[in-house]
């Protein structure tokens, strides 16, 4: 079973920036993809980034721009740097670890860690 441990979540003010740290109980380097995405009240769950094995990444056409997705193999750990936040981005976020073995996909989620932006 993996575990992904999340933080960094908070309150901050429109404009402001947050960075969010997702830490798997496996290799970072072991999953085919790791993603953020967040879910707002009341809503389903969107994909915000994701980064690939090959550390290729992609971005919902609102968060393009302004949020990035790294990882850093040493400190097996990947990051999600939030910057000019707007109150649109008030969310809890989770960190998901994609894995294929004998074909199959199994997908890991971390607990979440809200992310309230507000004046």
């Known amino acids: 079973q993996v575990h992904l441990v999340e933080s960094g979540g908070g309150l901050v003010h429109p404009g402001e920036s947050l960075r969010l740290s997702c830490a798997p109980s496996g290799s970072v380097r072991s999953f085919y993809s790791l993603a953020w995405y967040r879910q707002r009240s009341a809503e389903g769950r969107e994909l915000v980034a994701t980064?690939?094995?090959?550390?290729?990444?992609n971005y919902s056409d609102s968060v393009k721009g302004r949020f990035t997705i790294s990882r850093d193999d040493a400190k097996n750990t990947v990051y999600l740097e939030m910057n000019t936040l707007k109150p649109e981005d008030t969310a809890v976020y989770y960190c998901?670890?994609?894995?294929?073995?004998?074909?199959?996909?199994?997908?890991?989620w971390g607990q979440g860690t809200q992310v309230t932006v507000s004046s």
């Open positions: 998901n670890a994609e894995q294929w073995r004998d074909r199959i996909r199994y997908d890991y």
């Open positions: 980064i690939t094995h090959s550390q290729m990444t």
